[in-house]
């Protein structure tokens, strides 16, 4: 199957900071990547599909990138709304879906 | 609106069985996948199956694979997931959601979520 590892798992910034998230595949899949992200209590909320498609509704500090095998999360200017949990996804045809362990973000 | 709404949660003995179910509302419930995500407490997401309601057609995760049932009942455009003897580590928030799709396209995403449905399993 195909592993997911994000890096760092730990993250802590102030408001108005640049984040970039770093998520790893052990194998190429293409562009098929997505981005949620999840509060305490509150189910996943998809930021970002098939690496850097933004979804509706999402505000526009949120990006992606990448392709292949390394993909980035970016939020250009860190918002109070934003400290939370983030995990990538990648989708295989034969293998299906995985997630990575996920990247909290947290208040410096 | 689009939206799933999960059943409620649910506090189980280990050997007992259990289904959870999911009903979608607000499009067209026999033509997307609806894949079903678990969360163990203070974990992470974990892909484990998913379903196409228009034909039952379902794929497993190998981890999950043997381990539990997904099914669809199309006439109440509702998905369910079972187990037919749970364990102590079934404890976990289970979450359904629908499969993204842009034109005609499959995505890799999910785009519309369930609520969860916390699943507690113990003696």
């Known amino acids: 199957d195909i592993q997911m590892t994000q890096s760092p798992s730990t993250l802590s910034a102030s408001v108005g900071d640049r984040v970039t998230i770093t998520c790893r595949a052990s194998?190429?899949?293409?562009?098929?990547l997505a981005w949620y992200q999840q509060k305490p209590g509150k189910a996943p909320k998809l930021l970002i599909y098939?690496?850097?498609s933004l979804e509706s509704g999402v505000p526009s500090r949120f990006s992606g990138s990448g392709s292949g095998t390394e993909f980035t999360l970016t939020i250009s200017s860190l918002q109070p709304d934003d400290f939370a949990t983030y995990y990538c996804?990648?989708?295989?045809?034969?293998?299906?879906?995985?997630f990575g362990q996920g990247t909290k973000v947290e208040i410096k | 609106e689009v939206q799933l709404v999960q059943s409620g949660a649910e506090v189980k003995k280990p050997g007992e069985s259990l289904k959870i179910s999911c009903k979608g509302s607000?499009?067209?419930?026999?033509?997307?996948?609806i894949g079903w995500v678990r969360q163990m407490p203070g974990k992470g997401l974990e892909w484990m199956g998913i379903?196409?309601?228009?034909?039952?057609?379902?794929r497993y995760s190998p981890s999950f694979q043997g381990q539990v049932t997904i099914s669809a009942d199309k006439s109440i455009s509702t998905a369910y997931l079972q187990w037919s003897s749970l364990k102590a580590s079934d404890t976990a928030m289970y979450y359904c959601?629908?499969?993204?799709?842009?034109?005609?396209?499959?995505?890799?995403?999910?785009?519309?979520w369930g609520q969860g449905t916390m699943v507690t399993v113990s003696s």
């Open positions: 959601a629908r499969r993204m799709i842009v034109g005609a396209t499959w995505m890799d995403a999910f785009d519309i």
């Open positions: 607000g499009y067209s419930f026999t033509s997307y996948w």
């Open positions: 379903i196409y309601p228009g034909d039952s057609d379902t």
């Open positions: 098939k690496a850097s």
């Open positions: 996804q990648q989708y295989n045809s034969y293998w299906g879906w995985t």
């Open positions: 194998q190429s899949i293409s562009s098929w």
